[in-house]
């Protein structure tokens, strides 16, 4: 058995007491987690997790609505937490565009739901495959989310 001097265990002791007390009582000891951005991203299938899926009005007004999906880039370490967007068009007389039903099968979901919002909220966290393509927007490269299949392997 070790046993440990009183005087490293007493100095030990105020030095956790004074961080306590500099902090205000609390210390958050969580890793904080790396920012996910949109980044350079080469063409061509990629696995891929739902970061985040919305309902968003376009600028023209209220009156349209799109889509706006991101998809976080997984199982590949030099495109760690790289997003890449996706853009769907949403009609309020309930046809959907084919190319989110095309993501929502790839990635697993079931066919029912009640209205759009309980799919974007079904969509968050789902892996699947995405086809990445390169659009230029005032002579800069932007990535873009075409085409969707179910994640191999998974």
Same mark, same amino acid.
Request: net charge positive; glycine share 10%; no cysteine.
């Given at each position: 058995m070790?046993?440990? /001097?009183?005087? #490293?265990i =007493?100095?030990?002791?105020?030095?956790?007491?004074?961080?306590?007390?500099?902090?205000?009582?609390?210390?958050?000891?969580? #890793?904080?987690? /790396?920012?996910?951005?949109?980044?350079? =991203?080469? @063409? !061509?299938?990629?696995?891929?997790? #739902?970061h $985040?899926?919305?309902?968003?009005?376009?600028r023209? %007004?209220?009156?349209? $609505?799109?889509?706006n999906?991101?998809?976080?880039? #997984? @199982?590949?370490?030099?495109?760690?937490?790289? =997003?890449?967007? %996706?853009?769907?068009?949403? +009609?309020?007389? %309930?046809?959907?565009?084919?190319?989110? &039903?095309?993501?929502?099968?790839?990635?697993?979901?079931?066919?029912?739901?009640? +209205?759009?919002?309980?799919? &974007?909220?079904? &969509?968050? !966290?789902?892996?699947?495959?995405?086809?990445?393509?390169?659009?230029?927007?005032? %002579?800069?490269?932007?990535?873009?989310?075409?085409?969707?299949?179910? =994640?191999? !392997?998974?």
């Amino acid at each position: 058995m070790v046993s440990i /001097p009183w005087d #490293i265990i =007493l100095i030990v002791g105020v030095f956790a007491g004074v961080i306590w007390f500099v902090t205000g009582g609390t210390y958050n000891f969580q #890793i904080q987690e /790396p920012s996910k951005r949109y980044g350079r =991203l080469k @063409r !061509g299938w990629h696995a891929a997790r #739902i970061h $985040q899926a919305s309902l968003k009005s376009t600028r023209s %007004g209220a009156l349209r $609505q799109y889509i706006n999906a991101e998809f976080e880039i #997984i @199982r590949e370490k030099q495109y760690r937490d790289i =997003l890449v967007p %996706g853009f769907f068009n949403y +009609n309020k007389n %309930g046809k959907p565009d084919p190319r989110f &039903l095309d993501m929502g099968k790839a990635a697993g979901l079931r066919e029912n739901y009640a +209205n759009v919002y309980s799919v &974007l909220r079904d &969509l968050i !966290g789902k892996e699947l495959s995405i086809y990445v393509v390169h659009r230029y927007k005032k %002579g800069q490269r932007r990535e873009r989310a075409e085409d969707f299949r179910p =994640l191999a !392997g998974a």
